[in-house]
């Protein structure tokens, strides 16, 4: 019975994995977007003249890119938005391609003096996840699968002479 039980959950697994496949760059891209709000976002990459090519149109107002290696961003690191952000993202990024701190300040406020600034949507959040969080994250999931590993073997197994109700029904030792 126990073993059938845990053959129906092995091939659930796999069901659930082959359905949910995507491809491994948009499955990045979406890993700062809020668990609720991932299969509707849309999924951009972004180019070198400031554009964006769209990799997924997504259901809802959430916007995600990966910006990995790109000028002062870390090696790891995924964000997510709203559309109606794209523009100042895509001005933030020109800024960031000066790479004197100074002269980049002095161009946003520039843009901020002269009016050519593009204003952030009203009340949007900026979703972030780099570095060493992805490492925190990928230790997260394999505690959890751990843990979910000693579960099915106690359910496939049952408890052993170790366990409290094994001790409990030993008699005591004088």
């Known amino acids: 019975m126990t073993r059938s039980v845990l053959v129906a959950l092995g091939v659930l697994g796999l069901a659930t994995a082959a359905s949910a496949q995507s491809s491994p760059e948009i499955d990045k891209a979406l890993l700062a977007a809020p668990r609720q709000a991932r299969d509707g ?7 070198a003249d400031f ?32 559309l109606a952000n794209l523009a100042r993202v895509a001005q933030n990024k020109r800024f960031e391609v000066e790479t004197d701190r100074a002269k980049r300040q002095a161009l946003v406020e520039a843009a901020e003096k002269d009016g050519t600034r593009v204003k952030p949507e009203y009340g949007s959040v900026f979703w972030n996840l780099s570095g060493a969080e992805a490492q925190m994250q990928t230790t997260q999931f394999l505690k ?10 106690l359910i496939a197994f049952g408890p052993s002479r170790y366990s409290i109700d094994a001790r409990l029904r030993r008699p005591i030792e004088a």
């Open 41 to 47: 976002a849309t999924v951009i990459t972004w180019k």
């Open 51 to 82: 554009t964006y090519d769209t990799l997924r149109k997504g259901t809802n107002q959430i916007v995600c890119y990966d910006q990995s290696g790109q000028p002062s961003e870390q090696p790891f690191s995924v964000q997510c938005t709203s």
């Open 144 to 153: 959890n699968l751990a843990i979910l590993g000693g579960l099915l073997l």
